[in-house]
Nanobody, 126 residues
Framework: QVQLVESGGGLVQAGGSLRLSCAASGRTFSNYNMGWFRQAPGKEREFVADISLNIISTYYANSVKGRFTISRDNAKNTVYLQMNNLRPEDTAVYYC???????????????????WGQGTQVTVSS
């Protein structure tokens, strides 16, 4: 089992920034690809970004490319999502998720991820 706990959400004005963190415990964090997903009210959960277990590869949804950056610190068992130039349409509950162990390519579907955090709310006001 991998336990995931997100933090860093909050209320921010459009154009502002937030950094989300996701702390992992349980299995060896560095064996898992990590992803961020989000779910807006009345919508399905959608992929945001992911990062490979060896930190070599990242992938972003088109809607956040150039504004969001995913990173991880395997020594701290933590994955981050730096969100800049936030827009009202970024308002959602953000979830981190783990895929693995030892997946050697990134996968971007919700069904591919085995472990999920409880989510953290991000609200962007206009």
């Amino acid at each position: 089992q991998v336990q995931l706990v997100e933090s860093g959400g909050g209320l921010v004005q459009a154009g502002g920034s937030l950094r989300l963190s996701c702390a992992a415990s349980g299995r060896t964090f560095s064996n898992y690809n990590m992803g961020w997903f989000r779910q807006a009210p009345g919508k399905e959960r959608e992929f945001v970004a992911d990062i490979s277990l060896n930190i070599i590869s990242t992938y972003y949804a088109n809607s956040v490319k150039g504004r969001f950056t995913i990173s991880r610190d395997n020594a701290k068992n933590t994955v981050y999502l730096q969100m800049n130039n936030l827009r009202p349409e970024d308002t959602a509950v953000y979830y981190c998720a783990a895929d693995g162990p030892f997946r050697w390519s990134l996968r971007h579907l919700e069904a591919d991820y085995d472990y999920w955090g409880q989510g953290t709310q991000v609200t962007v006001s206009s």
